[in-house]
C-alpha cells in the first residue's frame, strides 16, 4: 500500500470534518505504539520475572497471563501493519484504542478490581484516543472506557466483597475520563490548526523567497550579494553574464580583482561607493555598493549595470529636455522660413525677372525646402514617445517590411535581397521605431549605395547571443576622418541630406537597448549592422 502523502487528512467516522496531517499522524501513532510495547513488556516481566506482588496478582493468575500475552502479540501484529502501512491509518489507531479498553479492563479485573490501580492507564488511553483521532471518537473511546469499569465493578460485586466506595472511585474515574477526552480533543485541535497555519506560513515563505529569487534572476542588472570576507551569497544570471563567468564564482576576487580591491577601498571609504569596471569583453560597467544589514550579520550588495543601459538612461533624460527645446526651437524658425519661402515663389512668378534672378529664386526655394526638411526631423526626434517593445521574430518582420517598403517606393523587388537565418531569431524592440531605423538605413543605401552596382543585401544572423540585421551595399565605404562624426548630430557629406538620419537611427536604437554600428566588409562594402535584445532572454528593466 503506498505512503499517505502529507496533505492527506485522516477524520474520524464519527465527527464532521476534523482531522490531522498524514505525516503527523502516522507519527504520534508510531509513538502510542512504543507506549503499548512497553506497557505489555511490563506486564510480561510480572509474569515471568517472578516479581512479588501480592495486591497486584493475587486474583485470576490464568486471566492476568492470557490478558497480557494477548496484549503484546496484538501490539506487535499493530507494529507490523503501522511500519508497514498494511492497514489504513483509523483502523488501526481504532484498532490500538479499543483493544487498549477491552484488555486493561479484563487486566484491571484478574488483579483485583478497580482499587488495584491499572484503572488509570486508560486515561493514557482516552488521552491518545483524543490525540490520534479526536473528535467524537474520543468521546465514543471515552464513554466505552467508563461503562468498562463500571461493569467491571458490576461484575467484581457479584463474585467478590467489595467496598461500596468502589462505586464513587469508578464514577469519579468516569468522570476523569471524559474531561481527559474533552482536553485532548481540544488539544489536537488547536495543534492540528497551529500546524496547518504553520505550514501555511511555510509555503507563503517557499513562494516569496522563489518569486524573490526569480526577479533577482530577471534583472538586468547584475546583482552580487557578498560579506565583509568577499564571500559571494548570490549572484544573479545578469551578473555572470555582465561579467562573462559560466558559473557563480566564491569570491570577488574570482569575478574581478580590480572589483574587489575597490569593494575593500570601499569598506575602509563607504563614501566613494561607484565604480567603473572593465571586462575582458571591453565593456564598461558601472558598478555601486550597498550596506544589507540583517539581523544577525551584515551583508554587501554590489550592483553592476551594464554602460548602454546605463547611457540609454541618461540618453532619455536628455532626449526629454532636447526635445521640448528643439520644438520650440523649430516653430520658431518655421514662421519666419514660410514667410521666406512664399515671398521667394512670389518674386518668381513676378514678369521680366531675368535668368540670374531666376536661378536666384530657385536657390532660396530648395534650401527653404532643405530647412524645412531639417526641421520636420528635429520635430520628429521631440515628438518621440518611448519605445513599447513588443517580441518579433525577425525573419518574419524582415519579410514583410522589405516587401512593403519596395511597393511604397516603387522600387523593384530584387532591389533588396533578404537573407534569413538557419533558425528563428526572437527580438524584443518597439516595431514602429525599428521601422523608422530600418527606413533611414535603407534610404541611405538606396542614395549613397550604388544600387545599380548591384542589389543590396539584407541578412538577418545571430552574433553573441544577439540577433542581428545587417544592411549591406555597393557603397566604397565612408572616409576614415568622417567615421567619427558618423552618428553626430547634422553630420552630412551630401548637399542635400540634413545629417540627422543616422543620429535619430542611433537614438532610437539606444532607447531598445539595441546597438546600430558600421563596418567595412571584406569586399570593401559598407554595412550598418543593428544587434537587438534576444526576447529568450528578456530581462527586467529597474
Not at 546605463?310 to 516653430?331: D, F, P, V
Request: hydrophobic share 45%; aromatic share 8%; net charge negative.
Amino acid at each position: 500500500m503506498p505512503k499517505n502523502s502529507a496533505e492527506t487528512l485522516f477524520p474520524c467516522p464519527f465527527s464532521k470534518g476534523y482531522g490531522i496531517p498524514a505525516q503527523q499522524a502516522w507519527w504520534l501513532l508510531k509513538i502510542f505504539l512504543t507506549y503499548r510495547l512497553t506497557l505489555a513488556s511490563l506486564f510480561m516481566v510480572l509474569i515471568y520475572g517472578r516479581v512479588e506482588f501480592p495486591d497486584f496478582s493475587a486474583h485470576y493468575n490464568t486471566l492476568y497471563t492470557y490478558s497480557s500475552q494477548s496484549y503484546l502479540i496484538i501490539t506487535l501484529v499493530s507494529g507490523v501493519c503501522i511500519l508497514w502501512r498494511l492497514t489504513s491509518y483509523t483502523i488501526q489507531a481504532q484498532l490500538l484504542i479499543f483493544t487498549d479498553i477491552i484488555i486493561l479492563t479484563l487486566l484491571m479485573h484478574a488483579c483485583g478490581g478497580i482499587k488495584s490501580g491499572i484503572g488509570i492507564l486508560l486515561a493514557v488511553s482516552i488521552a491518545s484516543g483524543g490525540l490520534l483521532i479526536g473528535g467524537r471518537c474520543a468521546m465514543l473511546f471515552a464513554a466505552l472506557a467508563a461503562l468498562s469499569v463500571l461493569s467491571e465493578q458490576v461484575v467484581t460485586e457479584q463474585y467478590r466483597n467489595v467496598d461500596n466506595g468502589a462505586y464513587t472511585y469508578a464514577g469519579m474515574l468516569g468522570a476523569a475520563f471524559f474531561t481527559i477526552a474533552l482536553l485532548a480533543h481540544v488539544l489536537a485541535k488547536r495543534s492540528e490548526e497551529a500546524l496547518l497555519l504553520a505550514k501555511e506560513q511555510k509555503q507563503t515563505i517557499i513562494r516569496l523567497e522563489d518569486l524573490n529569487q526569480h526577479i533577482i534572476r530577471q534583472l538586468q542588472s547584475g546583482i552580487i550579494i557578498t560579506d565583509q570576507h568577499q564571500t559571494i551569497h548570490i549572484a544573479n544570471e545578469s551578473a555572470l553574464r555582465l561579467t562573462n563567468l559560466t558559473a557563480t564564482p566564491n569570491n570577488l576576487n574570482s569575478v574581478s580583482s580590480q572589483l574587489a580591491f575597490a569593494f575593500q577601498a570601499w569598506l575602509s571609504n563607504p563614501a566613494h561607493a561607484f565604480m567603473q569596471l572593465e571586462t575582458a569583453g571591453q565593456n564598461t560597467l558601472h558598478t555601486h555598493f550597498e550596506v544589507l544589514p540583517t539581523q544577525y550579520e551584515v551583508f554587501y550588495m554590489i550592483t553592476i549595470e551594464d554602460a548602454i543601459l546605463y547611457n540609454q538612461r541618461l540618453q532619455q533624460s536628455k532626449l526629454a529636455s532636447l526635445g521640448r527645446l528643439t520644438a520650440s526651437i523649430a516653430h520658431e524658425i518655421r514662421n519666419p522660413l514660410g514667410a521666406i519661402s512664399h515671398a521667394g515663389q512670389l518674386l518668381s512668378e513676378m514678369p521680366n525677372l531675368s535668368s540670374q534672378d531666376q536661378r536666384l529664386t530657385e536657390i532660396i526655394k530648395n534650401h527653404c525646402e532643405r530647412v524645412n526638411y531639417i526641421i520636420q526631423d528635429i520635430l520628429q526626434l521631440s515628438r518621440r514617445t518611448d519605445s513599447r517593445r513588443e517580441k518579433i521574430l525577425l525573419d518574419i518582420w524582415l519579410d514583410d517590411y522589405l516587401h512593403d517598403f519596395t511597393r511604397t517606393h516603387s522600387i523593384a523587388a530584387e532591389t533588396f535581397v533578404f537573407s534569413a537565418a538557419e533558425q528563428p531569431l526572437p527580438a524584443i524592440i518597439d516595431p514602429g521605431q525599428l521601422k523608422q531605423i530600418m527606413d533611414n538605413l535603407c534610404q541611405n543605401a538606396l542614395r549613397y549605395g550604388k544600387p545599380e552596382l548591384g542589389v543590396i543585401k539584407v541578412r538577418a544572423l545571430m552574433l553573441q547571443n544577439s540577433p542581428c540585421i545587417e544592411i549591406i551595399d555597393n557603397g566604397g565605404g565612408i572616409n576614415p576622418e568622417h567615421l567619427k562624426h558618423l552618428f553626430e548630430p547634422f553630420f552630412t557629406t551630401s548637399s542635400t541630406g540634413t545629417g540627422l538620419g543616422l543620429y535619430i537611427s542611433k537614438e532610437l536604437a539606444e532607447l531598445n537597448q539595441a546597438k546600430l554600428s558600421y563596418y567595412l566588409t571584406p569586399e570593401n562594402h559598407s554595412c550598418f549592422r543593428l544587434c537587438l535584445m534576444d526576447a529568450e532572454r528578456n530581462l527586467i528593466a529597474l
